[in-house]
């Protein structure tokens, strides 16, 4: 059974910085895009980053040269958020292998 778990969210203050981990388990992902995914109150689900197989990440403009992500193991991605801003406040989901993670809360404000 696949398996999500993602951590490291809570409250910062506006410019600040937040450290999203995401463990799969249940089979190996290392040949699959795994991703990151956001939803803010009242609004759809949003693709926030994602990173292939081989290395190559995909960023929504709304985070690109603020936001990281990473493959820091086999199973295992992470997501470096930096400048973080009021509308950055969602939930926020890891992604793989059609599978959802249970999500983080990020919010930030002042």
């Known amino acids: 059974q696949v398996q999500l778990v993602e951590s490291g969210g809570g409250l910062v203050q506006p410019g600040g910085s937040l450290r999203l981990s995401c463990v799969a388990s249940g089979r190996d992902f290392s040949a699959y895009t795994m991703a990151w995914w956001r939803q803010a109150p009242g609004k759809q689900r949003d693709l926030v980053a994602s990173?292939?197989?081989?290395?190559?990440t995909n960023y929504s403009p709304a985070v690109k040269d603020r936001f990281t992500i990473s493959r820091d193991a086999k199973n295992t991605i992470s997501l470096q958020m930096n400048s973080l801003r009021p509308d950055d406040t969602a939930v926020y989901y890891c992604w793989v292998y059609d599978t959802w993670g249970q999500g983080t809360q990020v919010t930030v404000s002042a």
């Open positions: 990173i292939r197989a081989n290395g190559i």
